[in-house]
């Protein structure tokens, strides 16, 4: 037996089609205008749990690269100071042998030498005193009040102001990279380091004593230096490792988040005109098939 269909449930039925479509149509231009197919949570909830949790882990892998840039500059700038100090040391050097040579080395001689000592000691104060983001970076993880040497002289003895523990940054999960190398390490500690060497150095000279006996002690100055040098390079290559593995796994964060929420415009736009096709489709019969009733005409 067929079903009595009335005027009024053919009415609703194709309302409620009707009504569908057009919500379709709006769902897709939506998401042709936000990017996105996810533009509240029921949507897809188990895509946007997804989608949450890609984003958390994007912004912990943004703030990684952001600590290894920060980490990058902190080596960029001890390695230019130790570069400094290097050539600075390296000019000691030469002068501790020049100075050793008394046979060619008058009065006037010694005195040029000792003056250019003591610039050279300065130069090396300045270079272990260099600060980035106003805190010296041979501190170690002590942060030293403004106008303070990092090696502080009275009566002739240097005291080291800072500390040895390291600087760390955290470059990807669970992993920690060390970004300075202690000034006690390159320059000296309280007992012995560069400035009181350079001022032993100079006194002999003045002194009209044999500048030789100094040679080993710059020299092993000059290898503590360099060797700190090169703990920067092997930090900086560490370094450059961990940003190609977050530059890679930002990468494919962001695939993996574009995969569950990102629209594919050519096929959106070819279903959103689809829709829309069918929207005017279904007005047009609906029309046809709904014609006025007698109870229109007597109302």
Known sequence: MIGRVTQRSMALNSLTNLQATKARSAQLQEQLTSGTKLAKGSDDPVAA???????????TNAQHARNIQDASAWLTTQENALTDATKAVQRINALTVQAANTGSVDVNGRTAITAELKELKEQLRAAAGTTYQGRPVFAGAKVIADGTDLYSEAGGAYTYNGDEAP???TVAPGLELAVNVPATKVFGSDAQNVFGEIDALIATIEGGGNAG????TVQARLTSITTGLGTIGALTNKLEAAKEVNQ?????????????EGVDLAKTLVEFNLQNTAYQAALQATAKVIQPTLLDFLR
């Open 167 to 169: 600087l760390k940054r």
């Open 248 to 260: 890679t796994r930002a990468d494919t964060l962001t695939t993996a988040l574009d995969d569950v």
């Open 49 to 59: 749990a997804a989608a949450l949790r890609y984003r958390d882990q994007l912004a």
């Open 213 to 216: 006996t100094h040679l080993g």
